[in-house]
């Protein structure tokens, strides 16, 4: 018996040392730099968006989150709702497109996760975006405390990989006072994944009932967002909000743990 | 032996059995057609019987543009050569039945029972004929034949599906799902119960279709490894190789010994986390968080190494047609091998530890066991097979990529002893699904282990010619959950005619039924988590 407690001890030792991160919001070197999570448009000083270069651009999407339009005046739209992270299109025009790892993507309304570039208006924040910010900051209904309830609408199992990454010890999303539970009645926020799918639709309707107001419901992931891959096909809707309004977009192919995080932040406003 | 001989040998056999069929040879696949279906019957007898093949999948594919009607094409592989054998039966619209083999091989059922559902075609005799994957869907609506397009709007008519009603004194049912109460997918199971013990289940799937075969025939080919790689997240890397090795035999391309290098060590990675994730989430649901929070840390450090070896947690973007997109140095080569013998040293202290622990032994031993007949009959690969004591690994079998250059320890006799006596201990429990998987573990972290230098051979070679249309392939990988095979028929301008996708989780899930008989209701989170199935990768 005792050589037993020898080896539990032993193992206590060397378990936690250094397994969770102090901090999942901030950014350290526990995420790779060559880590595939938002795309952004980021010209270098010689680039030029003409016909050629915009139509590489759009042609090299494989879910066609890029799309460029010419009137008058070049511009290309990249829709992070879309994009799989690829990385297609970063191959095709490295002097526009750079990708970053940054996780802090979660977004309150769809076209926020469009990004647009143009010759001519330089790239900064408007007025408009700053007052979508300073509404989000405004609405708060909940509390210190949040239940959620996952619900699978037909995903690839890659974000659910990434939502029960959160429950790991590394993550640990528990001590936020965030919990997972295992009916939409008990929960305050639906984490909703996949592209919707036509034979999901019912019992996302259902869940969605039977969760208590008010109610958040996140969208996570570039299947959620907008379909992603899938798109809009016989078997799937393109999108939860195809089905049930949605509150927050967390983009990304799957997006990681901390992305989560903040996604469920700014659904409850604790940024 | 090589390709030619091994086809050669089977031959000679067929010839005895029917002199006059036609046969095309294709790499290690041989072709026959058959010109009466009705022959079809005692061909299967035939093969099961005095070639000892087994069935893999049944692929439909609607070639009325080519005039050809409908093909049928019954895929058997051996579990000793590299061989594949296509059986190829001509189905006119005008008749749309073929016959059903399940009474030879009894998982004909699921296949026969999905063409219905796909191209509408019958299979006679074929005792359940509920639909499979389509929910809702109208009698004349074909997803997979050719004159549907992708986004036809199909209106669903709702009515209730009818699950088998077991009826006695005292028999309650309980539903459970789609949504379930955990992180996972959506899938319905229907427990008929006698007071705490499960005596019938019937699973209902499909709630994750999102017509991926359908979608692939609308994308250019080479985006269509983004979407192989997305027909299970955790299997991206074992279906992406099935579908690039397809392809690239389609065109008949080598690729550069660093890419299939490259191949090899994320495979096995993708192996490695994702047997760390399902035994500690076998140790969850037999309530035992320490050993299970342990395992996803060691599931969390493999998955670091897996961002920062490619970019992505789980491996999204590894591979293309021709090779790999991302290139590991020698010192990320170090980095492998230094976390790999972190993690495993620590694996192995947890591992005693669980041995020694009474109480999740004695949940997890005698629980949801399974017939060796039952799986033979069924058809069942990788763990779900293995853990019974039937060796099916494809990477043995039909070996591809870098496995056959593979050169692991020899083992002393003594450990073979050691090894044969365990396992004569594989009954088909939830334990001998356990130790499996920490076999298929140690395995993986040998063969990585045996890679100790690089080859500098470049990362892929490009496809320049155009694919000739209508020329087909099988391509065969082996994920964490077992053989995984997928058709393709390339279509005219390196389109895609026909892509069929046959996952392990698909021909593993009926076993689930059989494996929960007899067990307690609060034994089947544990007994589903043993298999691991996907439904994702099942529903397509």
């Known amino acids: 018996m005792k050589k037993n407690t020898d080896k539990i001890n032993h193992l206590i030792d060397i378990s936690f040392k250094s397994a969770a991160i102090k901090n999942p919001l901030k950014m350290d070197d526990t995420i790779a730099t060559n880590y595939r999570a938002y795309v952004i448009l980021d010209p270098n000083k010689d680039f030029i968006l003409n016909d050629e270069t915009g139509k590489i651009l759009e042609n090299s999407c494989p879910t066609h989150a890029i799309t460029y339009q010419n009137d008058d005046d070049p511009k290309i739209h990249l829709d992070n709702g879309k994009c799989i992270l690829c990385g297609n299109c970063q191959v095709k025009s490295p002097e526009l497109i750079k990708i970053t790892n940054k996780f802090d993507l979660a977004k309150k309304r769809r076209d926020d996760l469009i990004e647009t570039f143009s010759m001519s208006v330089p790239f900064e924040k408007t007025y408009e975006e700053l007052g979508k910010e300073l509404k989000n900051k405004i609405d708060k209904i909940f509390g210190r405390s949040l239940a959620i309830r996952e619900i699978d609408a037909g995903s690839c199992n890659g974000c659910e990989i990434e939502i029960n990454a959160l429950n790991n010890p590394v993550y640990d999303i528990e001590r936020y006072g965030i919990t997972f539970v295992a009916s939409p009645r008990h929960a305050d926020v639906l984490l909703v994944t996949g592209p919707a799918s036509k034979n999901m639709e019912r019992a996302l309707k259902i869940a969605y009932d039977s969760t208590p107001n008010p109610k958040i419901v996140i969208a996570v992931g570039a299947c959620a967002c907008s379909g992603g891959i899938f798109g809009n096909n016989y078997a799937t809707t393109g999108g939860i909000d195809n089905i049930v309004p949605v509150n927050v977009y967390i983009p990304g192919c799957p997006p990681r743990p901390q992305a989560l995080l903040y996604g469920i932040l700014v659904a409850i406003n604790k940024i | ?540």
């Open chain 2, 1 to 540: 032996m090589s390709h030619k001989e091994i086809i050669k040998k089977y031959y000679s056999k067929l010839e005895k059995f029917d002199s006059d069929i036609k046969k095309l040879e294709n790499n290690n696949e041989l072709h026959l057609s058959l010109n009466d279906p009705n022959k079809l019957h005692e061909l299967c007898k035939f093969l099961k019987k005095d070639l000892d093949l087994r069935l893999m999948t049944i692929i439909c594919c609607d070639e009325q543009k080519l005039n050809h009607g409908f093909k049928i094409r019954h895929v058997f592989g051996s579990d000793v050569d590299d061989f594949f054998l296509f059986v190829i039966l001509s189905i006119d619209e005008s008749h749309p039945y073929f016959p059903s083999i399940y009474d030879v091989f009894p998982s004909s059922i699921l296949y026969e029972r999905e063409i219905k559902d796909m191209f509408g075609l019958m299979a006679q005799e074929n005792p359940n004929i509920k639909p499979l994957i389509l929910h809702d869907f109208p009698n004349d609506v074909f997803p997979l034949r050719k004159d549907f397009k992708l986004n036809d709007d199909v209106k669903r008519n709702l009515k209730q599906f009818e699950f088998t009603p077991i009826i006695g004194e005292g028999v309650c049912e309980i539903p459970v799902g789609p949504i379930h109460a955990g992180i996972i997918e959506p899938g319905h199971f229907r427990f008929s119960v006698l007071g705490e013990t499960i005596i019938n289940l019937e699973t209902r799937l499909g709630y994750a279709h999102k017509g991926i075969e359908k979608l692939a025939e609308s994308m250019p080919i080479n985006d269509v490894v983004f979407l192989s790689e997305r027909i299970s997240g955790d299997e991206s890397v074992a279906n992406s190789i099935a579908f690039c090795q397809a392809v690239e035999k389609i065109a008949q391309l080598t690729i550069p010994q660093k890419a299939e290098q490259l191949r090899l060590l994320f495979a096995e990675l993708e192996r490695i986390y994702n047997h760390f994730g399902t035994l500690g989430g076998i140790l969850t649901d037999v309530g035992f968080p320490y050993g299970a929070s342990r395992l996803n840390i060691l599931k969390e450090q493999i998955m670091q190494l897996n961002e920062r070896l490619s970019g992505s947690r789980i491996l999204f973007g590894v591979n293309q047609i021709g090779g790999v997109k991302t290139n590991v140095t020698d010192e990320m080569l170090i980095d492998i091998h230094f976390v790999l013998d972190d993690t495993f040293q620590i694996f192995e202290k947890i591992l005693d530890l669980l041995k020694s622990n009474s109480s999740v032994m004695d949940r997890l031993r005698n629980t949801g066991i399974i017939e060796k007949q039952m799986a033979r009959d069924l058809g069942l690969v990788g763990i779900s097979s293995r853990c019974i004591g039937i060796e099916t690994d494809t990477r043995q079998t039909h070996p591809y990529g870098y496995y056959p250059s593979i050169n692991l320890k020899q083992k002393t006799p003594r450990e073979t002893m050691e090894h044969q006596v365990e396992l004569q201990k594989r009954i088909g429990d939830v334990l001998s699904r356990f130790m499996s998987r920490v076999d298929d573990l140690r395995q993986s972290k040998d063969i990585i282990g045996s890679i100790t230098a690089l080859k500098s051979d470049g990362l892929s070679k490009s496809i320049d010619d155009e694919l000739t249309p209508y020329s087909s392939a099988l391509g065969y990988a082996e994920s964490h959950r077992g053989e995984t095979l997928h058709w393709i028929m390339i279509g005219e301008h390196n389109s895609i005619f026909r892509y069929k996708i046959r996952t392990a989780s698909f021909s593993n899930w009926p076993i689930i039924e059989y494996a929960v008989l007899d067990n307690i209701v609060a034994d089947f989170p544990v007994i589903n988590k043993s298999f691991d199935f996907s439904y994702s990768g099942n529903d397509l």
